[in-house]
């Protein structure tokens, strides 16, 4: 299993950033995916999760209607569009298959 994420960048406040996270290695179609994000000195946490089809999303509360995750299983990928950002999202953020983790990538929110 391989989980690539790509994307992430320094962006000003209120910017908009699209991660996006290469899967191989299981049949992607068939599982749920998440993203989670780490911020220096805090615990890992749940950003967004989709179901296999895509049809069912869940978020955090603290990205509710500025975050949107999505999938495309013939390019066996899960994306994040961000929008609106905060510096309080500032955090690496991972891609999740079952116990697999990516190797994060970083986004920084500041003016």
């Known amino acids: 299993v391989?989980?690539?994420?790509?994307?992430?960048?320094?962006?000003?406040?209120?910017?908009?950033?699209?991660?996006?996270?290469?899967?191989?290695?299981?049949?992607?179609?068939?599982?749920?995916?998440?993203?989670?994000r780490q911020a220096p000195g805090k615990e890992r946490e749940l950003v967004a999760g989709i179901g296999?089809?895509?049809l069912k999303t869940n978020y955090a509360?603290?990205?509710?209607?500025?975050?949107?995750?999505?999938?495309d299983n013939a390019k066996n990928t899960v994306y994040l569009q961000m929008n609106s950002l905060k510096p309080e999202d500032t955090a690496v953020y991972y891609c999740r298959y079952a116990n697999f983790w990516g190797q994060g990538t970083q986004v920084t929110v500041s003016s």
């Open 52 to 54: 296999n089809a895509g």
């Open 2 to 36: 391989q989980l690539v994420e790509s994307g992430g960048g320094l962006v000003q406040p209120g910017g908009s950033l699209r991660l996006s996270c290469a899967a191989s290695g299981f049949q992607f179609s068939w599982f749920a995916m998440s993203w989670y």
């Open 61 to 71: 509360d603290s990205v509710k209607g500025r975050f949107t995750i999505s999938r």
